[in-house]
């Protein structure tokens, strides 16, 4: 999905009249003053600038679609705030790059997040099971908090992600049997089934089979 949506946006870009020396003087001149077709067109013939610098953070953990649009957004901003103080062509770079330093950090932090809560709720589902066990029932939410040394409202917030996870992965499966291809979101699909990067769930996994009822 990633390839198609990046040589699509390549030959739109092609239909692109670039920026010569001349015309970017006068647009620069014009956009400084705050005239909107100026710096429509500075957006227009700094497209490709703003791919370029995208791509130089591709395989660092965002599809190539979100790094342009990070950098296009970039790119308009810095066009709607152009005032001439300052040298275009640098601040653009230092705009481009510190927003799409911004989002990468910011997937890195949901990935943490999301890996943490799938490891609290590969936890859950094992001591929920040796307790239904060892009770010869299903263990309250009461229960498995003080078991894990947690508030039942933490326990009931791991115990949801657990069914939201069951919810999108019935729905991915519905779709295949549609015969949909589930191209969508590529990236982050493995991720929100609550499992991890490797989109692998526990033999077996059930959370309300396994007694992990919010109304407990």
Known sequence: MAENFYEMYLEEM???????????????????????????????????????????????????????????????????????????????????????????????????????????VNVLQTVSQVMAKELGREATVDELAEKMKMTPDEIKEIMKLALDALTVNGEGAAASDGGEEDEAEPSFIPRRDGYGRSGRRPAGYDPMRDGWDLNS
């Open 14 to 120: 092609e239909q692109i009249r670039p920026l010569d020396h001349e015309e970017e003087r006068a647009v620069l001149a014009s956009a400084a003053r705050g005239e909107k077709e100026a710096r429509n067109r500075l957006v227009e013939g700094y497209l490709a600038a703003a791919l370029g610098f995208a791509r130089e953070y591709e395989g660092r953990g965002l599809p190539v679609s979100d790094l342009v649009q990070e950098a296009n957004m970039a790119l308009m901003m810095a066009a709607a705030e152009y005032d001439g103080s300052r040298n275009w062509r640098e601040g653009l770079e230092e705009r481009i790059r510190q927003g799409i330093e911004a989002a990468l950090e910011e997937q890195r932090a949901e990935a943490e997040v999301e890996e943490n809560m799938a490891a609290r």
